[in-house]
């Protein structure tokens, strides 16, 4: 059993109701080449929602709330976290990866890293808020998404779907786009969401923006082709190997090729604004699986079984 973890000045204890599983902690549980730097012993999860139980921050959220934790902080001071951007951070701490993190029945946290769940929000929507976090910043503040833009977003997986919701909620009309296999695989998740999720692009379909979340050459050559001049090409996915781009073209198209990486503050918060306007969210993409499980949880991971895939303590 799990020691409960002894509190730091500014930390609080969280006891953990769901911690959702991404792709890096599947990488480090598989023990993949890269993640060789993470400790040996640490506890996954950076994807984190739970009640204070505990708190050694005098001033700040109460024990009995619920929230959601910012997985990166940084030292605060360098350039980098000046400009509101600790993944630069050369000391940035991440939970799950260089700290503890959410997989396990209790996981301490610094109070700053934490933001309270509106009550509208039930725990296993609230679960997705950091992966939402990651969407929305690529869609809104990086791709600067308003309701004036027709987007298309390439890959229907857990960011490519989020970011669709994302272009949904700003008022933006969207497309999600995949191969074959997915559009067959996640049609009716996609008709339940009220997304339009195509192997091909309508007649007519016109976009201006493309937030490309597929990780392949593949998505990145159809996204040149596809945006007029002076389009916005959004890469929030990472890739398995070096990616094609058709530089040429996108040179010769005057394309803004912007990207997207992890999320702040900010981000979480647009996160839990949308999630007050989807509370079913949770229901509809989240698979949970008993952290005595976890290595079926993985096993779902890797096969993409759901959109994502929670452990329960």
Request: negative net charge; hydrophobic residues 45%; aromatic residues 4%.
């Given at each position: ?15 953990t109701e769901y911690c959702g599983l991404c792709g890096s ?280 079984a759901a959109p994502k895939i929670a452990v329960e303590p």
């Amino acid at each position: 059993m799990q020691e409960t973890p002894r509190l730091r000045a500014g930390e609080v204890l969280v006891a953990t109701e769901y911690c959702g599983l991404c792709g890096s902690d599947l990488h480090i549980w598989n023990g993949d080449d890269g993640y060789g730097w993470v400790p040996c012993g640490t506890v996954l999860g950076h994807e984190i929602v739970g009640t204070i139980v505990q708190s050694e921050d005098p001033g700040g959220l109460k024990p009995g709330t619920r929230v959601v934790a910012i997985a990166q902080s940084g030292c605060g001071d360098c350039a980098a976290c000046t400009a509101d951007y600790a993944n630069g951070c050369p000391d940035k701490v991440t939970l799950g990866l260089t700290r503890d993190g959410g997989a396990a029945r209790f996981v301490r946290i610094p109070a700053s890293q934490l933001l309270a769940v509106p009550d509208a929000v039930p725990a296993r929507t609230a679960v997705l808020t950091e992966p939402l976090s990651v969407a929305a910043r690529a869609v809104a503040s990086r791709g600067r998404v308003t309701a004036e833009d027709t987007v298309v977003v390439s890959g229907p997986g857990t960011i490519g779907i989020l970011s669709a919701v994302v272009c949904q909620y700003l008022g933006a009309r969207v497309v999600l786009k995949g191969m074959t296999q997915d559009v067959a695989a996640r049609a009716g998740l996609a008709e339940q969401l009220g997304l339009d999720l195509v192997d091909t692009l309508p007649p007519g379909f016109k976009p201006n923006v493309w937030i490309e979340a597929a990780g392949a050459s593949a998505a990145l050559a159809d996204a040149v082709r596809g945006l007029p001049v002076q389009g916005r090409l959004v890469v929030v996915a990472l890739y398995g190997a070096p990616p094609v781009l058709a530089a040429n073209d996108a040179v010769r198209k005057e394309l803004d090729i912007i990207t997207s990486y992890s999320s702040h503050r900010p981000d979480y918060g647009l996160a839990l604004d949308i999630l007050q306007t989807y509370p079913g969210l949770g229901e509809l993409l989240v698979e949970t699986v008993p952290l005595s499980n976890i290595a079926v949880a993985f096993d779902k991971v890797g096969r993409g079984a759901a959109p994502k895939i929670a452990v329960e303590p």
